[in-house]
């Protein structure tokens, strides 16, 4: 898999890359970027935020043979939530949940507590942590989520909230 992470400057997309080892990962930001690379990513700028940021970075995933995106920047999510059906014409997967479930997974930034874990589902599987408990392996299989999610266990009932970067 070449994925292709948005938010590359975000504390937030570095953790994400434990999740993706062995993989081909291209941390990607808008505005001035690092003009590094490591052995485990490679950094690519995005230009400068505008209201095309699906056509934006359909032509980089098409550019540079990308196969998968992780959009993490809050502004990112609708606009590619409802691009899936177009980047799945070019064979790009999107990690995100379908345009008409997406809203169910935003919750206010303050809900969320360090110690929550974070998790990353891709076609209702669970790709990280290898540990997952039962109940969230279920959670992701009955709503086939993709992305990554804070998913607060209660004793109730479990909830999946979409993890993004303001």
């Known amino acids: 898999m070449k994925l292709l ?8 997309a570095l953790k994400l890359l434990k999740a993706f ?15 590094f690379t490591s052995p485990s990513y490679k950094f690519l700028g ?6 095309s ?5 359909l032509n980089i995933c098409l550019d540079h043979q ?5 959009p993490l920047h809050e502004f990112e999510i609708l606009p590619m939530a409802k691009s899936t059906v177009l980047f799945e014409e070019f064979q790009i997967r999107i990690l995100l949940p379908s345009v008409t479930e997406i809203t169910q997974y935003f919750y206010p930034q ?13 076609e209702g599987a669970v790709l990280y942590p290898a ?36």
Do not use: C
């Open 131 to 166: 540990e997952a408990t039962d109940n969230i392996k279920n959670l992701a299989q009955e709503n086939q989520l993709n992305g990554v999610f804070y998913v607060p266990e209660g004793p109730d009932a479990l909830t999946a909230i979409l993890y993004t970067i303001r």
């Open 66 to 70: 990308i196969d998968t995106v992780l």
């Open 46 to 51: 995005l230009g400068e935020v505008n209201e």
């Open 5 to 12: 992470i948005t938010g590359g400057k975000s504390a937030q």
């Open 21 to 35: 080892e062995g993989h081909d990962i291209i941390l990607a930001d808008y505005g001035e970027t690092p003009a």
């Open 53 to 57: 940021i699906a056509h934006n970075l």
């Open 110 to 122: 303050d809900d969320i507590q360090p110690d929550m874990k974070w998790i990353v589902f891709k």
